[in-house]
């Protein structure tokens, strides 16, 4: 109960102080200043607001979660993460700022002259933004359920409430400040209970490895209470004993094999059993720590989670907003940088905590719910008020995490749907379209909430990557792209994504192509830039007129004066530029 009331006390605090800051930031703000930073903001403050935004719930609960199921194969996420912000400054910042373009429809419309083409890059970002919250959201529920005891479905509406009052107060006027705060309350949040834990375990004289080729064992004895339906797979017998909701009360000795537990069951393992893990999980330590043990369908899915990360980065709504505060293309390229060193400091972290964990929370294999790992290792380790004080702590740095995220993708697809007439023309206010930008995801996250945290943001990374990336990249580096070219690109990749992800429920996780159906970024992402390159060549007559001279606009250094500082709504209209 202590534990409770200390992360019940980290989460208040933190969104005290995130509208606290928000408010007094944003007394100096004015109202043009609501979607986007209207005076140049220095580098390293644009970058520290950029990683704050980014490091989501799949950054500070998720990676933790994979690497405690998955082993070091799960480490490409963290690498794929960080990477994207490469792609993105070699490829993509620096012309995308000097095109004076602020949003993904911004450049398309620019680029292409086609309000068609606009409307469609508008209903992508909203799709893309909904995919994204879904698993903020999930985290949400996940976090307030496992340190504070709310039901799952509590804990997201409780946080969809506070995202949906900090957007739309004001209070994210100051959003650079708000950003970058956080992004140092996570840093704070994941290092200093990662160093003491970390000593903990140094002094401890712990009696398990890593390395040894068996399976996991509980320390103490240990009660497991599971939540949904799972099918466990022993590889050492184990004595445990269950309750009635389990099919058999009472003690039970399981030999190694699979077995069915039905969701409400209760299983209690004496210390020093082995560790029944879910389906799905690498069972024994050894094979935990050596990479690629699925052989060819585990080498496809990391092949398709770099990808998708790598080029789902450029493409995702809320990224390439930030670089706008920046005065100039070289500016923006920096900042990237800036970012690149921001994130990999983070993610050092994550991997510290996924590898105590398997040590200390092992009835997390049993659940599934490795997602929860970060959360409850600090009161595993140590069960006295310093262990209560760094669940604080960690708890307060994970609602950061889904409440900056959250708050930067409901703020930039509000402004996206009442900026032009997606669903009800110019009459759709900044508040309605708040209201829906977080209604659908909570519905989504309500009905979904079995999958991994990183898994799910990896969907949104798959869009993102198979949707905006060919146009941003053909768009910024080959002058023959489109209207035409970029509009059927965008059409089949996110349909091909869509499909392989409801095909994904249907199919199970394993083989060639239930990995490729989970994660589908190696098929989509190739199949978009052929399906793009091909029709603008086919339709190469249709090149926007004047697209030389914005080619020039958009890679001439800064020196000679062609940024455009004025968003796109405010340049003078080119002949043929609201053609159909």
Not at 102 to 123: G, I, Q
Not at 500 to 506: E, N, P, T
């Given at each position: 109960m202590?534990?409770?009331?200390w992360?019940?006390?980290?989460?208040?605090l933190i969104?005290?102080?995130?509208?606290?800051?928000?408010?007094?930031?944003?007394?100096?703000?004015?109202?043009t200043?609501?979607?986007?930073?209207?005076?140049p903001?220095?580098?390293?403050?644009?970058?520290?607001?950029i990683?704050?935004?980014?490091?989501?719930?799949?950054s500070?609960?998720?990676?933790a979660?994979?690497?405690v199921k998955d082993g070091?194969?799960?480490?490409?996420?963290?690498?794929g993460?960080?990477?994207?912000?490469l792609?993105?400054?070699l490829f993509?910042?620096?012309?995308?700022?000097?095109s004076?373009?602020?949003?993904?429809?911004?450049?398309?419309?620019a680029?292409?002259?086609?309000?068609?083409?606009r409307?469609?890059?508008?209903?992508?970002?909203?799709?893309?933004?909904?995919l994204y919250l879904?698993?903020?959201?999930?985290?949400?529920?996940m976090?307030?359920?496992?340190?504070?005891?709310?039901?799952?479905?509590?804990?997201?509406l409780?946080?969809?409430?506070?995202?949906?009052i900090?957007?739309v107060?004001?209070?994210?006027?100051?959003?650079?400040?708000?950003?970058?705060?956080?992004?140092?309350?996570k840093?704070f949040?994941?290092?200093?209970p990662?160093?003491?834990?970390?000593?903990?375990?140094?002094?401890?004289g712990?009696?398990?490895?890593?390395?040894?080729?068996?399976?996991?064992?509980?320390?103490?004895d240990?009660?497991?209470r599971?939540?949904?339906?799972?099918?466990?797979?022993?590889?050492?017998?184990?004595?445990?004993?269950?309750s009635?909701?389990?099919?058999q009360e009472g003690?039970v000795?399981?030999?190694?094999?699979?077995y069915?537990?039905?969701?409400?069951?209760?299983?209690?393992f004496?210390a020093?059993?082995?560790v029944?893990?879910?389906?799905?999980?690498v069972?024994d330590n050894?094979?935990?720590?050596?990479?690629?043990?699925?052989?060819?369908?585990?080498?496809?899915e990391?092949?398709?989670v770099?990808?998708?990360?790598f080029?789902?980065t450029?493409?995702?709504?809320h990224v390439l907003a930030?670089?706008?505060?920046?005065?100039?293309?070289?500016?923006?390229?920096?900042?990237?940088l800036y970012?690149?060193?921001?994130?990999?400091?983070?993610?050092?972290?994550?991997?510290?905590f996924?590898?105590?964990?398997?040590?200390?929370?092992p009835?997390?294999?049993v659940t599934?719910?490795?997602?929860?790992?970060v959360?409850l290792?600090?009161?595993?380790?140590l069960?006295?008020?310093?262990?209560?004080v760094?669940?604080?702590i960690?708890a307060?740095?994970?609602?950061a995490a889904?409440l900056?995220?959250?708050?930067?993708?409901?703020m930039?697809?509000?402004?996206?749907?009442?900026?032009r007439?997606?669903?009800?023309?110019?009459?759709?206010?900044?508040r309605?379209?708040a209201?829906?930008?977080?209604a659908?995801?909570v519905?989504?996250?309500l009905?979904?909430?079995?999958d991994?945290?990183?898994?799910?943001v990896?969907?949104?990374f798959?869009?993102?990557?198979s949707t905006?990336?060919?146009?941003?990249?053909?768009?910024?580096?080959?002058r023959?792209?489109?209207?035409?070219g970029?509009?059927?690109?965008?059409?089949?990749?996110?349909?091909?994504v869509?499909?392989?992800?409801?095909?994904?429920?249907?199919?199970g996780?394993?083989?060639?192509?239930?990995e490729l159906?989970?994660?589908?970024?190696?098929?989509?992402v190739?199949?978009?830039?052929?399906?793009?390159?091909?029709?603008?060549?086919?339709?190469?007559?249709r090149?926007?007129g004047?697209?030389?001279?914005l080619?020039?606009?958009?890679?001439?250094?800064d020196?000679?004066?062609?940024?455009?500082?004025?968003?796109v709504?405010?340049?003078?209209?080119?002949?043929?530029?609201?053609?159909?």
């Amino acid at each position: 109960m202590l534990a409770n009331l200390w992360s019940l006390g980290g989460v208040a605090l933190i969104v005290v102080a995130t509208l606290g800051i928000g408010l007094w930031g944003s007394r100096s703000a004015r109202t043009t200043d609501f979607s986007a930073a209207r005076k140049p903001v220095r580098e390293e403050r644009n970058a520290a607001a950029i990683s704050g935004e980014y490091l989501s719930a799949a950054s500070f609960l998720g990676v933790a979660g994979l690497i405690v199921k998955d082993g070091v194969d799960a480490l490409w996420y963290p690498i794929g993460f960080a990477a994207g912000y490469l792609a993105l400054m070699l490829f993509v910042v620096a012309p995308m700022r000097r095109s004076g373009a602020y949003t993904m429809p911004d450049f398309v419309e620019a680029r292409l002259n086609s309000l068609n083409l606009r409307s469609l890059s508008t209903v992508v970002v909203v799709v893309i933004g909904w995919l994204y919250l879904v698993p903020q959201l999930q985290a949400a529920g996940m976090t307030l359920a496992a340190v504070i005891g709310f039901r799952y479905e509590a804990g997201i509406l409780v946080v969809a409430l506070i995202v949906h009052i900090s957007v739309v107060s004001g209070a994210l006027r100051a959003v650079t400040l708000v950003q970058a705060f956080q992004y140092w309350v996570k840093l704070f949040a994941i290092t200093l209970p990662a160093f003491a834990l970390l000593v903990v375990f140094l002094v401890s004289g712990q009696r398990q490895a890593l390395d040894e080729p068996t399976t996991p064992f509980f320390q103490q004895d240990t009660a497991v209470r599971v939540e949904t339906d799972v099918t466990l797979r022993v590889g050492e017998p184990v004595w445990l004993t269950s309750s009635e909701e389990a099919g058999q009360e009472g003690a039970v000795y399981l030999q190694p094999g699979e077995y069915p537990v039905r969701a409400g069951s209760e299983l209690r393992f004496p210390a020093g059993a082995a560790v029944p893990v879910v389906t799905g999980s690498v069972p024994d330590n050894a094979s935990w720590l050596r990479p690629e043990q699925e052989g060819l369908p585990g080498v496809l899915e990391t092949y398709s989670v770099l990808i998708a990360t790598f080029l789902g980065t450029m493409g995702l709504p809320h990224v390439l907003a930030r670089f706008y505060a920046n005065p100039s293309g070289s500016g923006a390229r920096r900042t990237a940088l800036y970012v690149l060193g921001m994130l990999g400091a983070f993610y050092l972290f994550p991997t510290i905590f996924g590898l105590l964990s398997r040590l200390y929370v092992p009835q997390l294999l049993v659940t599934g719910r490795t997602d929860a790992a970060v959360l409850l290792l600090p009161n595993a380790m140590l069960g006295t008020w310093v262990g209560g004080v760094l669940a604080a702590i960690t708890a307060a740095g994970a609602f950061a995490a889904f409440l900056s995220t959250s708050s930067g993708l409901v703020m930039s697809l509000a402004g996206v749907l009442s900026s032009r007439d997606v669903l009800w023309g110019r009459s759709m206010r900044f508040r309605a379209a708040a209201v829906l930008s977080c209604a659908v995801p909570v519905v989504l996250a309500l009905a979904v909430h079995d999958d991994d945290i990183a898994h799910s943001v990896g969907l949104a990374f798959a869009m993102a990557a198979s949707t905006f990336c060919p146009v941003l990249i053909l768009g910024i580096w080959w002058r023959g792209l489109t209207a035409a070219g970029a509009a059927c690109g965008m059409l089949t990749g996110g349909s091909l994504v869509l499909v392989a992800a409801l095909a994904s429920r249907f199919v199970g996780p394993h083989g060639v192509w239930g990995e490729l159906l989970g994660q589908p970024a190696l098929i989509t992402v190739p199949l978009a830039f052929a399906v793009t390159y091909l029709v603008s060549v086919a339709t190469r007559s249709r090149v926007p007129g004047g697209v030389s001279r914005l080619m020039l606009r958009l890679h001439a250094p800064d020196r000679l004066g062609f940024v455009d500082s004025r968003p796109v709504a405010e340049q003078t209209p080119r002949q043929g530029r609201h053609e159909r």
